[in-house]
């Protein structure tokens, strides 16, 4: 499962979830009781909307509805899945077998049928999240352009030479690397690499990116890797 953590009060955060759903209603009991199970939670009324959103936001989960106006959820499905590995549960009235088997062939994780209960939901995502998380264990290695970053044996390559980073440097390459275009502000940086001690030295982490990029950037003045979002903090270029 992937975790990372939020500005609030340091509250770890379990994964980002996208709710895709033209019923407000629906949205509006789902949401607060997800947020409360620490997930953090966005929404998309439309499946154009969704699928911009899951581009920019690069959600862990998709609860993706059926029955959406201008594209239909099977439409959504098959866009995202085509594009990235993003879990996916689809959630319809349809409740008949055809049905539940052409969702799972356009890509869907699971399938739970309206109406359905909250803790049903919940169990239904962590259960799609540890297989996602298990999958991930089986890639230790990210590759990310001419960076081979080795999780387990702490070991960064650029090219065929290898890059020797400080613990701080090594874990704030790995937050940044685990998710290319997400932006990241300076907080939730030092709570990944650093933890809450140092919350009050938010200006810390310009110094690691700083020695970071460095390391590994060709051109540290214009760097590819570590991009600066100016007035929000960092992400990892996604266009690599």
């Given at each position: 499962?992937?975790?990372?953590?939020?500005?609030?009060a340091g509250k770890t955060i379990e994964a980002v979830i996208l709710i895709v759903?033209?019923?407000?209603?629906?949205?509006?009991?789902?949401?607060?009781?997800?947020?409360?199970?620490?997930?953090?939670?966005?929404?998309?009324?439309?499946?154009?909307?969704?699928?911009?959103?899951?581009?920019?936001?690069?959600?862990?989960?998709?609860?993706?509805?059926?029955?959406?106006?201008?594209?239909?959820?099977?439409?959504?499905?098959?866009?995202?899945?085509?594009?990235?590995?993003?879990?996916?549960?689809?959630?319809?009235?349809?409740?008949d077998e055809f049905d539940r088997v052409i969702g799972l062939e356009m890509g869907?994780?699971?399938?739970?049928?309206?109406?359905?209960?909250?803790?049903?939901?919940?169990?239904?995502?962590?259960?799609?999240?540890?297989?996602?998380?298990?999958?991930?264990?089986?890639?230790?290695?990210?590759?990310?352009?001419?960076?081979?970053?080795?999780?387990?044996?702490?070991?960064?390559?650029?090219?065929?030479?290898?890059?020797?980073?400080?613990?701080?440097?090594?874990?704030?390459?790995?937050?940044?690397?685990?998710?290319?275009?997400?932006?990241?502000?300076?907080?939730?940086l030092l709570q990944a690499t650093m933890g809450d001690a140092y919350l009050n030295?938010?200006?810390?982490?310009?110094?690691?990116?700083?020695?970071?990029?460095?390391?590994?950037?060709?051109?540290?003045?214009?760097?590819?890797?570590?991009?600066?979002?100016?007035?929000?903090?960092?992400?990892?270029?996604?266009?690599?």
């Open positions: 499962m992937v975790r990372r953590t939020c500005g609030k759903d033209d019923e407000p209603k629906v949205i509006e009991v789902i949401q607060p009781f997800l947020e409360k199970e620490g997930f953090t939670v966005l929404s998309a009324a439309t499946g154009r909307e969704a699928l911009a959103m899951a581009q920019a936001h690069r959600p862990d989960l998709v609860l993706l509805d059926w029955m959406l106006p201008e594209m239909s959820g099977l439409d959504v499905c098959r866009e995202l899945r085509q594009k990235t590995n993003v879990a996916i549960i689809m959630l319809t009235a349809k409740s869907a994780d699971d399938y739970i049928t309206k109406p359905f209960g909250l803790r049903e939901l919940l169990a239904r995502i962590k259960s799609v999240l540890r297989r996602v998380q298990k999958q991930g264990e089986q890639r230790d290695v990210m590759r990310r352009g001419d960076l081979v970053i080795d999780e387990e044996k702490f070991r960064v390559w650029r090219g065929d030479e290898e890059v020797v980073l400080t613990p701080a440097e090594f874990q704030l390459l790995v937050t940044l690397a685990r998710r290319p275009g997400v932006v990241y502000s300076r907080l939730q030295y938010e200006r810390t982490i310009d110094s690691h990116i700083s020695h970071l990029r460095k390391k590994i950037e060709s051109d540290p003045s214009n760097p590819k890797y570590i991009q600066t979002v100016h007035g929000v903090g960092y992400r990892f270029g996604d266009q690599l």
